[in-house]
């Protein structure tokens, strides 16, 4: 069965930097593109990342250039390098097994960062 | 702003059908599959549609998507209570070289 946990969320002042985790099981990780999403207070769901095996990434407009996302198919797990961190990326993170373009399977809680 | 639009909300009764619509341009929909997703918040997003009309093992045929040129819809048939959440839309922008969602619909069962 596939599992995905997120770990990481924290609070943390503006400016300030985090890193989250996505551990994955019960699939070969390094075969599998990989996603981040989130969800602001009150807000939609937005995509964050992606990330190819290989690890070529793409990125929102609204992270890009602050926001590095990476893996360690050795470890099969996912990680999302948050800098520069502003009171909009608060949100709880989901990481995302792909599916198909940015269909993606979700499976974990998430994790909630709060930026304040 | 999202560049996807949804309805803010939709509402059928039980057994119903509802159709939730998800309006983009030509380099997104027009190009590209669509997913979509039910949303409880506090809870993981759960994938109902890929590849614009196909559905995860577990989806059952009451959720049916389809797409006609820059505009997807996703319909719900024999609508249940527990049908009630957030929907959104999702697919890969080419502009934007992203993702994006919808701004999301919340469906209430009444």
């Known amino acids: 069965e596939v599992q995905l946990v997120e770990s990481g969320g924290d609070f943390v002042q503006p400016g300030g930097s985090l890193r989250l985790s996505c551990a994955a099981s019960?699939?070969?990780?390094?075969?599998?593109?990989m996603h981040w999403v989130r969800q602001a207070p009150g807000k939609g769901l937005e995509w964050v990342s992606r990330?190819?095996?290989?690890?070529?990434?793409d990125y929102a407009d609204s992270v890009k250039g602050r926001f590095i996302v990476s893996r360690d198919n050795a470890k099969n797990t996912q990680y999302l390098q948050m800098n520069s961190l502003r009171a909009e990326d608060t949100a709880v993170y989901y990481c995302?097994?792909?599916?198909?373009?940015?269909?993606?399977?979700?499976r974990g809680q998430g994790t909630t960062v709060t930026v304040s | 702003q999202s560049v996807l639009t949804q309805p803010p909300s939709v509402s059928a009764a039980p057994g119903q059908k509802v159709t939730i619509s998800c309006s983009g341009g030509?380099?997104?929909?027009?190009?590209?599959?669509v997913a979509w997703y039910r949303h409880l918040p506090g809870t993981a997003p759960k994938l109902l549609i890929f590849d614009t009309y196909k559905r995860p093992s577990g989806i059952p045929d009451r959720f049916s998507g389809s797409k006609s040129g820059t505009s997807a819809t996703l319909d719900i048939t024999g609508l249940q209570t527990g049908d009630e959440a957030d929907y959104y839309c999702?697919?890969?922008?080419?502009?934007?070289?992203?993702?994006?969602f919808g701004g999301g619909t919340k469906l209430t069962v009444l």
């Open positions: 030509s380099s997104n929909i027009g190009n590209h599959y």
């Open positions: 999702a697919v890969w922008d080419d502009s934007l070289s992203a993702g994006v």
């Open positions: 995302g097994k792909d599916v198909h373009d940015v269909a993606m399977d979700v």
């Open positions: 019960g699939f070969t990780f390094s075969k599998y593109w």
């Open positions: 990330i190819r095996p290989d690890g070529y990434a």
